[in-house]
């Protein structure tokens, strides 16, 4: 049950029109559809049957052109409907009855608490009614929604509402049209009890639009932030991109139970709560920026997702790429441009190069899949994203604007591929980007291997530059990518230098766009005074791996000089990073005493940002260092790390203190740039100096921990303190759960940080939160923040000699394929990663996948994810 690209065949039927009657209860749902039906003239195959999607769907009524369909006319399967000998243009009538309260899969049409709520990317719609669940079938919604109007007040679907009926027996009744054109993955509908905060905003063209974020009724009073985040989206997107909102209402609504962040429903975004609720005391900064940045997300996917959508769920990431280029670019506008590149590059060196590492490696645009939800992945979102940036990159700001309305210009109103942006580009570039392309067909992180040659009597400095990409599953073989590789020269003061490259007639900008396309190249750099020191992959130009000699005396010189902040960091990071391998191989080995210099300098720096700052001093994580080593020693990497950090609280102990005293963030708690980069670079600050077990310091934590404000240094304090056997630490936590016991997002916190705790005893003690009150295995947000943090965020112990996490893992695995595929087939990708590990723990997690695997009933889900992962042992 493999799909593939190459199998791709326009519809044979088109969907005019669709109108819903959804009839909302407690026992059982009934959908009655009406479909307009043709012929697609562009079809390329023509069969008399007419075959449409549909799954645990039972039917009640089925009638083609007002008449009753025999039942020799049909045939009912678990995955559709095949409707014999049909006439070229008819119409369609069915009625179903579905179970929504019975949807664990949280997937189609379901219960969330009280509320009926839906998510039908990416083939939910199916669950609902029979239906051509495919993308590049788009057609006009009429929905009529009918409930009990006690337990059902508020009843929303896309497009404009009609007036309310009302109806005997306490039932109501509304329909909601949706003039424009939409694949049935973009259909939504919420049913319940829900308090809304609303607000207006003028399009530039100047359409009044309502703005409405619908919430349950206790969550009303956090809600200000997402409203704000909405209005500053819809204008940025004005402003940068010339796209205004095109409906008289947009409506947000917040569900407790959702598989991922939100979802793009035309007009009628669904969110997980975690993404709309924040007020200071419950919400951390970077809740806040995740709020502005997921709300930002689903507005901009009216345009790049929803005027213009995907030809089938290969090209997902024309719509899922480009908008994360938005929504990253959208959030550098608002907060601080270079931490947010530094976040944005940690994220995909974390976990897309070690997805592109592994067995699970796909292209951009993959060109097979058992199921589609399994490739929501970093690959498809972020390197996407990167994909996209590097267009930017090599056409310029203007050109990629130009490139950007040509295709909205072109494309509107159709479901098109990744291709056809790409030639959008290529047409605004006037250039062929035809080798560029390989970055949506080949998987795999490139890496260049560069030199440098200084000749003196020249004056000339001669990069080579050679590329390589390692195989992937399937993939053995690689042509070369066209990478833009943005790279300056520093003299020896640290100045940038202007660059002349050979046959240039003036000096240009200090930072070149080199564009790489061959296997091997060589740039030579005229004019040039003093052996430079090369200022590589500046903003993080291409998505690729940089190797290049360093010495540790040119990191330090890049770290305290590049022009590029981001580069900085890098300098930083790699530096570090060269550190703790070392000291993974040798305990004993010396720290360069100036890399504690140049920690010290930074820190005392008064001039510099205190949120770059806090991002250059922070050490790689654990399993970022894990993907650099050959085999991962998990042991040896947690110890050095503690070992450094250990290190550099003492030698620093003195600068760390005055910058957690300096930096203290006074009155009334506000989220922006200057505040978040003062709490962080504080918080950052505590934590090196909990390292020292000093008693003045775990008094200075607790007393965070009780003064604190803001969620942010509340739960920053509440984690150092129960990595730690204090006295103290079992009572704060038990009095933080008593404190947000009726606040699940807070209670996700509390568990979370218990789960990475770096105590010996987390395991255990995560196996009994299972069994707390507050935890539920169907809550997705639960399982993300009790399994999840522990899985992904304490390697140490998740991977525990013993095996003990392994099992732990798979247990749960498991139970929750019995209930949601979707967060299953999520949480088992944590164990694919095993050839990384030495030989024991390898057959330890390989145990529990064929476990897994040989579990009858598994999921389609959980096996294509398990499957592979054993495959390309
Ligand atoms: N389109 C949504 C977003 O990125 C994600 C929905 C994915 N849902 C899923 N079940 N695969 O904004
Ligand atoms: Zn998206």
């Not at 962080?680 to 607790?702: F, K, T, V, W």
Request: proline content about 5%; hydrophobic content about 40%.
């Amino acid at each position: 049950s493999t799909v593939y690209l190459k199998d791709y065949l326009p519809p044979e039927f088109l969907i005019d029109q669709v109108m819903l009657w959804f009839d909302l209860d407690e026992t059982e749902t009934r959908v009655r559809s009406r479909l307009e039906l043709r012929r697609n003239p562009a079809a390329q195959s023509r069969s008399p049957d007419l075959r449409l999607h549909g799954e645990q769907l039972e039917l009640i009524s089925l009638s083609l052109d007002g008449q009753p369909v025999a039942p020799a006319g049909y045939l009912q399967d678990d995955e559709g409907l095949t409707v014999r000998q049909v006439p070229d243009q008819f119409v369609l009538e069915s009625e179903v009855r579905i179970l929504p309260q019975q949807n664990t899969a949280l997937e189609g049409l379901y219960k969330s608490g009280g509320l009926f709520c839906t998510q039908c990317e990416a083939e939910g719609f199916r669950k609902i009614t029979w239906y051509l669940d495919r993308p590049d079938v788009m057609s006009r919604f009429t929905t009529t929604i009918c409930a009990d109007k006690q337990r059902y007040p508020v009843l929303l679907s896309n497009g404009n509402p009609s007036d309310t009926v009302e109806l005997e027996d306490g039932r109501h009744r509304i329909t909601w049209t949706d003039p424009f054109p939409k694949p049935a993955y973009l259909f939504a509908l919420v049913a319940g009890d829900l308090r809304a905060i609303e607000d207006s905003h003028t399009t530039p063209s100047g359409r009044e639009v309502t703005l409405r974020i619908y919430v349950e009724p206790e969550n009303i009073d956090k809600c200000d932030h997402a409203m704000a985040s909405l209005k500053r989206a819809m204008a940025w997107d004005e402003q940068q991109y010339g796209r205004e909102y095109d409906l008289d209402i947009y409506m947000i609504v917040a569900v407790n139970d959702f598989n991922m962040g939100a979802m793009e429903n035309k007009g009628l975004n669904i969110f997980n709560s975690k993404f709309v609720l924040a007020s200071p005391a419950t919400a951390t900064d970077r809740d806040f920026q995740g709020i502005e940045s997921v709300i930002a997300h689903e507005y901009f996917h009216n345009w790049t997702g929803n005027r213009i959508t995907c030809r089938d769920w290969f090209q997902l990431s024309l719509k899922e790429g480009l908008t994360v280029f938005r929504d990253q670019e959208f959030s550098a506008d608002m907060g601080s441009r270079g931490v947010k590149r530094i976040e944005d590059v940690r994220l995909l060196r974390a976990h897309q190069f070690a997805e592109d590492a592994g067995p699970m490696a796909h292209p951009v645009r993959p060109d097979s899949y058992m199921e589609i939800n399994n490739f929501y992945t970093v690959t498809v979102y972020e390197k996407g994203a990167e994909v996209v940036r590097m267009q930017a990159n090599l056409l310029g700001p203007e050109a990629f604007r130009g490139g950007t309305d040509l295709y909205f210009e072109r494309f509107d109103g159709q479901a098109v591929t990744t291709d056809d942006f790409v030639q959008c580009m290529a047409d605004a570039g006037q250039r062929d980007l035809g080798q560029f392309k390989r970055w949506y067909s080949q998987a795999g992180t490139p890496e260049l291997t560069i030199q440098g040659v200084y000749d003196a009597a020249q004056q000339t400095y001669t990069l080579t530059v050679e590329q390589h990409c390692p195989a992937t599953p399937g993939q053995p073989d690689k042509e070369p990518f066209l990478i833009p590789l943005a790279v300056g020269l520093l003299d020896d003061r640290g100045t940038d230098l202007a660059l002349r490259l050979a046959g240039d007639s003036d000096p240009g900008p200090t930072t070149r766009m080199l564009e790489i396309s061959e296997p091997r190249q060589q740039f030579v750099f005229e004019q040039v005074p003093v052996a430079p020191v090369p200022s590589l992959l500046r903003g993080f130009s291409a998505p690729v791996k940089v190797r290049f000699d360093y010495s540790n005396e040119q990191l330090m010189f890049l770290m305290a000089h590049d022009s590029d902040g981001f580069s900085r960091w890098d300098a930083a990071q790699t530096l570090a990073q060269r550190i703790l391998l070392q000291l993974v191989d040798d305990p004993d080995s010396l720290v360069p005493e100036g890399f504690v210099q140049a920690f010290r300098q930074a820190l005392q720096d008064s001039a510099s940002d205190p949120a770059l700052l806090a991002e250059v001093l922070t050490l790689p994580a654990e399993s970022y260092l894990g993907d650099q080593m050959a085999e991962v020693d998990v042991e040896g990497i947690h110890r050095a790390r503690e070992q450094l950090k250990t290190l550099l609280a003492s030698e620093l102990k003195t600068e760390l203190l005055a910058v957690y005293r300096d930096n203290e963030v006074t009155g009334e708690y506000r989220p922006d740039a200057d505040a978040i980069g003062r709490r962080s670079l504080r918080n950052l600050a505590l934590g090196y100096l909990m390292q020292l077990e000093d008693q003045a310091i775990q008094a200075l934590c607790i007393a965070q921990y009780r003064a604190g404000n803001n969620m942010t240094d509340v739960i920053t304090a509440l984690s150092l303190l129960a990595d730690r056997d204090i006295p103290e630490t079992a009572e704060l936590l038990e009095g933080f759960y008593q404190q947000w016991r009726d606040d699940p997002l807070v209670l996700d916190k509390w568990f979370s940080l218990q789960a990475m705790s770096k105590r010996p005893d987390t395991l255990e003690r995560v196996k009994g939160l299972l069994d707390h009150p507050a935890f539920s295995i169907a809550n997705p947000n639960k399982v993300r923040s009790l399994i999840g943090a522990f899985c992904s965020g304490n390697p140490v112990r998740f991977h525990a000699a013993d095996g003990a996490g392994y099992r732990f893992l798979s247990d749960r695995v498991l139970e929750l394929d019995q209930l949601n595929p979707q967060v299953a087939a999520r949480m088992v990708r944590l164990m694919t990663r095993w050839q990384r590990y030495d030989p024991a723990r390898q057959r330890l997690m390989q145990t529990q996948l064929e476990r897994i695997l040989h579990t009858s009933g598994v999921s389609r889900d959980v096996y294509e994810i398990v499957s592979k992962s054993l495959e390309h042992a």
